[in-house]
């Protein structure tokens, strides 16, 4: 990790926290919240959907207003870089710009437009980092319509993963390869660059989703790690048949199958409430969907987290067993769609974002930053295995997030964009 500790950046770091914002941020943010606007306040903005990339387009445009120079990847990453004294591998913050069905404004775009804030305190206090600094908004983080989640970020650590991306289909049977050659056409003035280029750090500001902080009281989080989770696709294939006609007795029931299945598996996870392990049966999908035909398929997707690893490898082989040992009439398959192990972020970068929030923190009069475990994922879980990775969190009211209703205090938000702009001023050296 380049850190730089002499007086000179530290001053620097302090002034670009300084010249952070509020009112712009407010903006910012609304105006990125404009595109897949509904009307319950949240946002709908699904990865690579036309709002999406009109989205990108604005963001491109808003990048280039302050000077930066833009870049996309393969996988439709784009980079916006504020040159540097020296052409080092850049500093690297940001976040993604895509939303889940029905989204908040916040998840994700937070830490898009925070490190534009930071670029545009940068240059208003005239500050020249030694190292350029890139913002990034990753394609396809959530994975709700392409799964798995963070396809942008981990082909970029990983390009040999993109071919295999490339063939997943939607719901609507679009591949994630055709939506991102559309998104790539749609911007045919931006250049393209390598993915996994060389990054000096990545600091990825976020919500924290969840009620750690605003439980504490505490307006910012550093963030130590991320649990690990695990994604499948449950298939029940059985007999669509007459609801009025068919005997129970000879049904193959995939819905009656499954639901049973869903049981089995709540009851299980309910023995380790106390360890935390955490699981969630979220789409089904089920045909033919009529009231008076049995379901002949069904599929769900199971998704559990634990911050134990091993704990949740278990609950993965428990479930493994129950579907490989189901003795009802349908035919059950279980395919496995993501699994990634807890992430831990290096010392070096937690201390150094620990003063970049005591320092924001400070200066508001606010208490001194917490350290938790993430129970989300984010990017930062993969650029974590590419360079010096760690995270900042601001609170979420209620914890709730994936909704419509996600909400921070402007002031929490703003904090933690100072504290962003210490943190890669220091990484970048002024
Ligand atoms: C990210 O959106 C997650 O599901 O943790
Ligand atoms: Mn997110
Ligand atoms: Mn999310």
Same mark, same amino acid.
């Given at each position: 990790?380049?850190?730089? #500790?002499?007086?000179? +950046?530290?001053?620097? *770091?302090?002034?670009?926290?300084?010249?952070?914002?509020?009112?712009?941020?407010?903006?910012?943010?609304?105006?990125?919240?404009?595109?897949?606007?509904? *009307?319950?306040?949240?946002? /709908?903005?699904? %990865?690579?959907?036309?709002?999406?990339?009109?989205?990108?387009?604005?963001?491109?445009?808003?990048?280039? /207003?302050?000077?930066?120079?833009?870049?996309?990847?393969?996988?439709?990453?784009?980079?916006?870089?504020?040159?540097?004294?020296?052409?080092?591998?850049?500093?690297?913050?940001? #976040?993604?710009?895509?939303?889940?069905? &029905?989204?908040?404004?916040?998840?994700?775009?937070?830490? $898009?437009?925070?490190?534009?804030?930071?670029?545009?305190?940068?240059?208003?206090?005239?500050?020249?980092?030694?190292?350029?600094?890139?913002? $990034?908004?990753?394609?396809?983080?959530?994975?709700?319509?392409?799964?798995?989640?963070?396809?942008? #970020?981990?082909?970029?650590?990983?390009?040999?993963?993109?071919?295999?991306?490339?063939?997943?289909?939607?719901?609507?049977?679009?591949?994630?390869?055709?939506?991102?050659?559309?998104?790539?056409?749609?911007?045919?003035?931006?250049?393209?660059?390598?993915?996994?280029?060389?990054? @000096?750090?990545? &600091?990825?500001?976020?919500?924290?989703?969840?009620?750690?902080?605003?439980?504490?009281?505490?307006?910012?989080? &550093?963030? %130590?790690?991320?649990?690990?989770?695990?994604?499948?696709?449950?298939?029940?294939?059985?007999?669509?048949?007459? @609801?009025?006609?068919?005997?129970?007795?000879?049904?193959?029931?995939?819905?009656?199958?499954?639901?049973?299945?869903?049981?089995?598996?709540?009851?299980?996870?309910?023995?380790?409430?106390?360890?935390?392990?955490?699981?969630?049966?979220?789409?089904? $999908?089920?045909?033919?969907?009529?009231?008076?035909?049995?379901?002949?398929?069904?599929?769900? %997707?199971?998704?559990?987290?634990?911050?134990?690893?091993?704990?949740?490898?278990?609950?993965?082989?428990?479930?493994?067993?129950?579907?490989?040992?189901?003795?009802?009439?349908?035919?059950? $398959?279980?395919?496995?769609?993501?699994?990634?192990?807890?992430?831990?972020?290096?010392?070096?970068?937690?201390?150094?974002?620990?003063?970049?929030?005591?320092?924001?923190? *400070?200066?508001?009069?606010?208490? *001194?930053?917490?350290?938790?475990?993430?129970?989300?994922?984010?990017?930062?879980?993969?650029?974590?295995?590419?360079?010096?990775?760690?995270?900042?969190?601001?609170?979420?009211?209620?914890?709730?997030?994936?909704?419509?209703?996600?909400? %921070?205090?402007?002031?929490?938000?703003?904090?933690?964009?100072? /504290?962003?702009?210490?943190?890669? +001023?220091?990484?970048?050296?002024?």
């Amino acid at each position: 990790m380049s850190e730089h #500790s002499n007086e000179s +950046t530290i001053a620097a *770091a302090n002034v670009a926290l300084a010249h952070v914002h509020s009112e712009r941020l407010r903006e910012a943010l609304a105006a990125l919240a404009h595109f897949g606007a509904r *009307a319950d306040g949240g946002v /709908a903005r699904q %990865t690579l959907t036309e709002v999406d990339l009109q989205a990108r387009r604005f963001l491109i445009d808003r990048a280039r /207003a302050l000077g930066c120079t833009v870049e996309a990847d393969a996988c439709a990453n784009l980079f916006f870089r504020r040159a540097g004294r020296t052409n080092q591998p850049p500093v690297l913050t940001g #976040s993604h710009a895509d939303t889940q069905p &029905v989204g908040g404004k916040l998840d994700g775009a937070y830490g $898009v437009m925070a490190g534009l804030e930071v670029i545009q305190a940068l240059n208003d206090a005239g500050i020249q980092t030694e190292r350029p600094i890139e913002v $990034v908004a990753w394609t396809n983080e959530e994975g709700s319509r392409f799964g798995p989640g963070c396809m942008g #970020s981990s082909a970029f650590v990983e390009p040999a993963k993109l071919d295999a991306y490339r063939q997943v289909l939607d719901g609507e049977k679009t591949s994630f390869g055709t939506a991102l050659d559309r998104a790539l056409q749609a911007i045919p003035d931006v250049p393209r660059c390598a993915l996994q280029r060389p990054m @000096a750090a990545y &600091v990825e500001l976020h919500i924290e989703q969840g009620p750690v902080l605003e439980r504490a009281g505490v307006p910012l989080g &550093v963030v %130590t790690g991320i649990q690990s989770v695990r994604w499948f696709r449950v298939k029940v294939t059985g007999v669509a048949a007459h @609801a009025g006609t068919t005997p129970m007795d000879v049904r193959a029931d995939a819905m009656a199958e499954s639901i049973a299945l869903a049981h089995r598996l709540m009851a299980e996870a309910r023995h380790y409430e106390d360890r935390q392990l955490r699981l969630t049966l979220g789409r089904w $999908v089920v045909a033919p969907n009529s009231i008076n035909t049995i379901a002949g398929d069904v599929e769900f %997707t199971v998704d559990m987290r634990c911050v134990d690893g091993e704990l949740l490898a278990r609950f993965a082989a428990t479930l493994q067993e129950m579907v490989a040992s189901h003795a009802g009439r349908s035919r059950m $398959v279980l395919e496995p769609v993501f699994e990634r192990a807890p992430t831990h972020f290096p010392s070096a970068m937690t201390a150094l974002l620990e003063q970049a929030c005591a320092s924001a923190s *400070a200066r508001a009069g606010q208490p *001194a930053p917490l350290q938790l475990t993430s129970g989300a994922f984010h990017d930062a879980m993969y650029l974590a295995g590419h360079c010096p990775s760690a995270m900042i969190f601001v609170p979420s009211k209620q914890g709730i997030s994936h909704n419509a209703a996600e909400e %921070t205090d402007h002031a929490d938000l703003v904090l933690g964009v100072q /504290a962003l702009a210490h943190a890669v +001023t220091r990484l970048a050296g002024a």
